[in-house]
């Protein structure tokens, strides 16, 4: 979580409920696109959007590889070299639909990381919007419906409720969020990966 020059904690609780953060158990990740951090909404309105990508790790467990995620696909990868302490990636590519960007670092399991097979770090987004059209996944809505199902047969087959009214609450909450799901299903799909590489550097 970004709070500023100094720890405050309102100051990480806006910074958190704005999405600049990322998940990590070793490496510490430095993300932009044109200069906007994780959280940030970048808009066009026609053509295409020419970005600059800079993402940056370092950590004291080895490293892998740093990757460019965009719609959830992998689609730059770069290596990390020598120790393996800090691995860097610059792009530059023409976005042509509307997409989230986020990165993701890999390693290998480690003395140094008990509680875990792996190394890893995954950012949250940059939203790019086109004409503010949504990003819709049909593969991804239909795997969370899916998902939601099987919470709820979990809820009936081993779920412990004081009053079956608190149990019918939980699936009845369950189904919303499943209608959200669903809806995207109707809507139009956005291309996988809206992006063209090679066509733009800073």
Not at 70 to 88: F, L, P, Y
Not at 120 to 149: G, M, N, W
Not at 191 to 197: N, S
């Amino acid at each position: 979580m970004k709070s500023g020059p100094r720890l405050d904690y309102s100051d990480w609780i806006d910074a958190y409920l704005e999405g600049k953060s990322f998940a990590t158990n070793a490496p510490m990740v430095t993300f932009t696109v044109n200069g906007r951090e994780a959280g940030s909404v970048l808009k066009w309105e026609k053509g295409t959007l020419q970005v600059q990508v800079e993402a940056e790790a370092e950590s004291h467990v080895p490293m892998s590889s740093i990757e460019l995620v965009v719609n959830g696909q992998v689609v730059e990868t770069e290596k990390a070299r020598k120790d393996g302490k800090r691995v860097r990636l610059k792009k530059g590519l023409e976005v042509t639909d509307s997409c989230w960007m986020a990165v993701r670092v890999r390693g290998e399991a480690h003395r140094l990381l008990p509680n875990d097979a792996a190394l890893y770090a995954h950012t949250s987004p940059v939203y790019l919007s086109f004409k503010d059209r949504p990003v819709r996944s049909h593969a991804a809505a239909r795997f969370f419906v899916e998902q939601i199902d099987q919470l709820i047969r979990r809820v009936h087959d081993k779920g412990q409720f004081s009053h079956e009214r608190e149990k019918q609450k939980t699936v009845d909450l369950f189904r919303k969020g499943q209608d959200i799901y669903r809806a995207m299903l109707d809507e139009e799909e956005t291309e996988a990966v809206p992006v063209r590489f090679g066509h733009y550097s800073r």
